[in-house]
C-alpha cells in the first residue's frame, strides 16, 4: 500500500519537518509508510497499527466525512462501536477505555452529531499510530488502547490551502511560513452548514443545529537545536429544538512544546498541555425545566527524553496532570447537586529499545503511575445496597487515596529472514478515569469519575504474539496476532440503577473482572493499481462482577465473534480512484428478556442472563469514486469525490426492542436499522 | 417527568434522532426457555389486602395461559402482631380483611411449594391531586396532547408517588416520582398522549392504544407510597433501557412487590373541546 503520511500531507517537506521532529520515535514507521509490509515487519512493538491517511481522501464514508476514526473501525482486532458511532472497541476494551492523544493532548468523546463522527479533521492530521493495548512504556492512561494522533505542521517555504465542500459540512486550510525556513503555521477549519437551510424553513427555524472544529499549528525554529510548536484544537456541537432542549458539548487542547536538541544523539521535548472535555445541558418542557453539566480537565507537563547510545535506544519520562472531573451538577427545581473531584497523575518511565545482532530487537520499559485522589471534595463509605453509610471531607490540600501502580512493558521481535519476523509482548496498563454510559454506545452524555477510595484504578494484562511475512518485493504482506487480556476493576451498573439514579457514581455500579481472547488475520496488497486489506478478527469477551449475572461470567457488552473488513482502491487512470468497503459482524450480544410476568396492569421482562442473546449479523458495502485533476499552471488540484454508503441498502441492526400485547399472548422484538443506502458527493480544490 | 427520567430521555434523544431516519422490522429472537418464577403483587389499602401470585410466562407463549397459583399460604401481619391469612378468590387473587392506617408498617409472607417470600411496606397518607388538566404544546409546527397533573407533597418527610393512568378501564400510562426538589410543594407531573393529527385523521395508522378518542374515559390513579415500594417501581420503569431486572422487594427469591397505601383516584371523561392552551 502507498502513502506516506508525512510526505503525502506536508506536500513538499522539508529535512527539518517538524512533525518528525516532535515524533521521532514514530519517525521511521511514517516515513517508510510506502514500505508499509517492511515496516510492520522491522519495528519492534508488536499490536501497533500505522494508520494510511492519505487513503482517507478517496475511501468511502457516510456522508461523505473522511473520519480517521472510521478507518480505525477497519483494522484487524478493532470493532466499530455501531453504525451511529466513530467510536471503537479493541481487544475486547469498550471505547471508553481507549486513549486518543492529539500532540499528546487527551481528547475524550471527541464526535460530532452525538458519535457519528469524530471531531478530527483528516486534512491536520500527519500521522496516527492505533495501539492495541500493547504500548510502549511512554504512553499509558488508559486500559485498552491508545490512539496516538500528530497534528501537521506547516509548509516553511510556500503558502498552500484547500477548499472542500460536501452534504453536510465545508472546510478550509491554510498554511504557509511564518518566516522563511525558520517557521510555518497551518489553520483548518470546519463547519457544518444544515442550519443555514433549517433557518429558512417555517417548521425548523426555530431550531439549532451546528457543529464546528478548528485545528491550528505553528512551529518556529529558535536556533539550530532548539524549536517550538503550538498545537491547537477544539471542537464543538450544539442541537437546540425550539424553546425545549438544548444540548452543547465541546473539547478545547492546547499543547506548547520546546523541542532541544541535545548533541546528535540526545533530544528532550518539554510539553505544556491543557485539555477540557465539557458537556451542557438543558431541558424545558411546560415549565418543568432541568439542566445538567460535567466536564473533564486535564492540566500538565510532559517531558520526553530521548537518547541514542550505541545499540540502545533510550526514551525515559516524566509527566504530572492536574486532574478535574465533574461528574455531574445537575439543577431541577430546587434540587442542586454537583459533583466534582480533583486529582493529580504522575508519571514516570524508561523504556530502551535493544538491537541484538541483525536479527533481535527488544523494546523494554517500565511505567511508573502514581495516582492520588485529591481532598476538598466529599467521597464516600457505601454498604452492599449502595447506600452511603459514611462521608468524608478532606481537606482541599490532602492526597485522600493514593495508588501506585508499576506497569511494566515488553515487546521481542525475532527476524530469521528478511520477509519473516515473529514478535511476541506483555503489557501492563491502567486507567484512572471511568466512563459510564446510558447506551450501548458513547454518547455526549456519558458520566465520568475519577478513581476514588471505592472505584480502583482498571488494570489490564495482555500477552500478545504473532508473525509476520511479506513477498520479496513488499508487494503482500501477512499477519497472524494473538492475544490474552485480562482486566480488573471493570465497572458494570447494579440491578435497577442506570447512570442517572444519583450524584453520586460509585452507588450505582459494582467492580468486577473482564478477560478476552483472539485472533487476528490481516492480508494486505501494498503496489499494484489494486492495492487493499483483507482483515478477519475472531474474538471472545466476558466478564464477571459479583452481584450481576448471579456472579457468573457472561458475554461483555463489546462481544461479537467474527469481523471480516475488506478494504479495496483501485487506480483505474490516473484521475479516477475507485474505491470499496466491505464489512461483515456476526452477531453482537445483547440482553433479551427470558420470560414475562404482569405487575400493575403492565407486562414486564425478566432477564436470566446478562449479554445472552445475539443480534443479527450486519454487513455493508460503501463504494466511492474519486476524480481528481491537477492543473500545473495554476497549481490546483480539483478533486470530486462520490460515493454511495450500504450500497445494497442492508438493514443492519442497531437497536431491538420488546413490546407486548395487551394480554401477554405475543411478544414483538423490533430491530431498528440506522441507514439506508446513502449517497454522498463532495468538491476540493487544493492550491 | 423526574429528573432521573429527563437524564435518560435525553441521552436516548440522539438515538431517537437517529431513528427519525430509520426503519423498522420484525425479527424472530429464540427466546432461551427458564424455570418459571413465583410473582406476587400484594397491596394493603384502606379497604382490603388483596394479593396476586402468579408464575412467570415463557416468551415464547402464544395463547392467554394460566399463571396463576391457587396453593399459596397468603399471611399479612399488622404492627401489633396479629396474622390474617388472606381467603383465594380465583385467578391467583388472595383477600385479607386487614385495612391500612397511614403510618403503620405490613409484612406480607407468601408460602407455596415449600418456599416463603416476605416482604414489608408503611402505609402512606391520602394523596393530594391539586388540579388535573389536558393541554397541547407545539412541537416542529406539530400539537401534542400532554395531561398535566398537580400534586400537593407532605411537608415535612421525604415522600414517594405512583401514578397510574387508565384509558376506558385499560393501562395507559405510569410513572413513579420522588419529591427531591419540590419538597413541600406542589408537584406538577406529566404524560403524553398523542398528537391533534392522530385524534382529528379517523384512519390513524398509529396503535390505538396510544390515542385518546373523544368521549373516553381517564381514570387517573395516585398513591404515596413507601421507599421501598419506590425503589421496586423506579428500577422496574428503567429496566428496559438498562436490561436489569428490578430491585428485589421479597426475600426468598420471587418477583414482585409488596405496597401499603391509599390511593386517590381522579375521572375525567375526554372532550377535545376542554383541552387547554400551554401557558405562555
Known sequence: ?687 | MRYNDIVIKASQAFVLILLLTACEKEVDIDYHEVDPLYVVEGAVTELRTTVHVSRTRSMNATDDTDDAVDNALVVVSTPDGKRDTATYGNRGNYVATTKGVAGQAYRLDVYVDGQQFTSTSVMQQKPVLNNFRMVWKEMFSTRILFGELLIQDFVGEENFYYVHVFRNGFSYRWTVFSDRGSAGKEIKQLFTCCTEDDIDDSDSTISDTDVIWEGDDITIEIRAIDRRSYDYLSSMQTMSSAGTNPIANFTGGCLGYFSAYSPTTYYYEFHKADVEEEDE
Open chain 1, 1 to 687: 500500500m502507498s502513502g506516506g503520511t508525512v510526505a503525502v500531507w506536508s506536500q513538499q517537506p522539508t529535512a527539518t519537518d517538524s512533525t518528525s521532529i516532535a515524533r521521532e520515535g514514530q519517525l521511521k514507521e511514517v516515513v517508510v509508510s510506502a514500505q508499509g509490509a517492511q515496516q510492520r515487519l522491522s519495528s519492534v512493538q508488536i499490536g501497533a497499527e500505522q494508520l494510511q491517511l492519505k487513503e482517507l481522501r478517496s475511501a468511502p464514508s457516510l456522508f461523505g466525512e473522511q473520519d480517521i476514526m472510521r478507518q480505525v473501525q477497519l483494522l484487524p482486532g478493532v470493532k466499530q462501536e455501531s453504525e451511529a458511532s466513530s467510536g471503537f472497541q479493541v481487544r475486547g476494551g469498550t471505547s471508553v477505555q481507549n486513549q486518543i492523544l492529539y500532540d499528546e493532548a487527551p481528547v475524550y468523546n471527541a464526535g460530532h452529531i452525538g458519535g457519528l463522527f469524530s471531531a478530527f479533521n483528516a486534512e491536520a492530521l500527519a500521522a496516527a499510530t492505533l495501539y492495541k493495548g500493547m504500548t510502549p512504556a511512554m504512553l499509558g492512561g488508559a486500559s485498552s488502547a491508545v490512539l496516538d494522533l500528530t497534528a501537521r505542521t506547516g509548509n516553511r517555504q510556500q503558502w498552500h490551502g484547500l477548499g472542500s465542500i460536501g452534504l453536510l459540512s465545508a472546510k478550509g486550510s491554510l498554511e504557509g511560513p511564518i518566516q522563511r525556513n525558520k517557521g510555518a503555521f497551518l489553520v483548518c477549519a470546519r463547519r457544518s452548514y444544515m442550519d443555514l437551510f433549517l433557518k429558512q424553513t417555517k417548521d425548523f427555524r426555530d431550531n439549532t443545529m451546528f457543529f464546528y472544529d478548528v485545528n491550528l499549528k505553528a512551529d518556529y525554529q529558535l536556533s539550530d537545536r532548539d524549536q517550538l510548536l503550538l498545537t491547537f484544537f477544539t471542537s464543538r456541537d450544539r442541537l437546540a429544538l425550539e424553546d425545549m432542549v438544548d444540548m452543547r458539548w465541546k473539547n478545547i487542547t492546547a499543547t506548547l512544546r520546546w523541542v532541544h536538541q541535545m548533541g546528535s544523539s540526545a533530544r528532550s521535548q518539554t510539553t505544556l498541555l491543557h485539555s477540557t472535555y465539557k458537556t451542557d445541558n438543558g431541558f424545558d418542557l411546560m415549565g418543568l425545566n432541568f439542566s445538567y453539566t460535567g466536564h473533564i480537565r486535564h492540566t500538565g507537563l510532559h517531558q520526553d527524553f530521548m537518547v541514542q547510545l550505541g545499540n540502545h535506544k533510550l526514551n525515559a519520562g516524566l509527566q504530572s496532570l492536574l486532574m478535574r472531573v465533574k461528574t455531574a451538577e445537575w439543577q431541577q427545581l430546587a434540587l442542586h447537586e454537583r459533583e466534582e473531584r480533583r486529582a493529580w497523575d504522575a508519571n514516570v518511565w524508561l523504556n530502551d529499545v535493544i538491537k541484538m545482532g541483525s536479527q533481535w530487537q527488544l523494546s523494554a520499559g517500565l511505567r511508573l503511575n502514581v495516582f492520588s485522589a485529591l481532598g476538598g471534595a466529599p467521597y464516600y463509605d457505601i454498604d452492599e445496597d449502595g447506600t452511603i453509610i459514611r462521608l468524608f471531607k478532606p481537606k482541599h490540600s490532602k492526597l485522600f487515596k493514593t495508588y501506585i501502580t508499576p506497569e511494566p512493558r515488553l515487546s521481542l521481535t525475532y527476524r530469521p529472514t528478511a520477509t519473516l519476523s515473529l514478535k511476541a509482548g506483555y503489557s501492563h496498563t491502567s486507567q484512572n478515569i471511568h466512563a459510564l454510559r446510558n447506551q450501548s454506545t458513547s454518547t455526549p452524555f456519558d458520566r465520568y469519575m475519577l478513581s476514588s477510595n471505592l472505584a480502583k484504578p482498571e488494570r489490564a494484562h495482555q500477552l500478545s504474539a504473532g508473525f509476520f511475512a511479506m513477498t520479496p518485493t513488499g508487494s503482500y504482506d501477512l499477519s497472524v496476532e494473538g492475544y490474552w487480556r485480562t482486566i480488573s476493576n471493570v465497572l458494570d451498573y447494579r440491578d435497577g440503577k442506570n447512570f442517572g439514579s444519583a450524584i453520586e457514581l460509585e452507588r450505582l455500579v459494582l467492580a468486577g473482572d473482564g478477560r478476552s481472547y483472539g485472533m487476528e488475520f490481516c492480508l494486505r496488497k501494498n503496489s499494484g493499481r489494486l492495492t487493499g486489506w483483507i482483515a478477519y478478527t475472531l474474538a471472545w469477551a466476558q466478564t464477571r462482577i459479583d452481584g450481576v449475572n448471579q456472579g457468573r461470567w457472561y458475554w461483555a457488552a463489546v462481544d461479537r465473534r467474527h469481523d471480516i473488513d475488506i478494504v479495496a482502491a483501485y487506480h483505474l487512470t490516473k484521475r479516477w480512484t475507485l474505491n470499496a468497503t466491505w464489512i461483515y459482524y456476526s452477531g453482537q450480544a445483547f440482553t433479551a428478556p427470558s420470560a414475562k410476568y404482569e405487575i400493575e396492569d403492565n407486562w414486564v421482562y425478566y432477564y436470566a442472563e446478562r449479554n445472552g442473546y445475539r443480534a443479527p449479523a450486519t454487513h455493508r458495502l460503501d463504494v466511492s469514486a474519486t476524480w481528481t485533476m491537477v492543473t500545473p499552471k495554476t497549481h490546483t488540484t480539483r478533486e470530486w469525490a462520490f460515493g454511495i454508503y450500504n450500497l445494497y441498502n442492508r438493514k443492519n441492526p442497531f437497536l431491538i426492542s420488546f413490546e407486548d400485547s395487551e394480554d401477554g399472548t405475543q411478544t414483538t422484538a423490533r430491530q431498528y436499522s440506522l441507514f439506508g443506502l446513502v449517497p454522498s458527493v463532495s468538491f476540493t480544490v487544493r492550491f
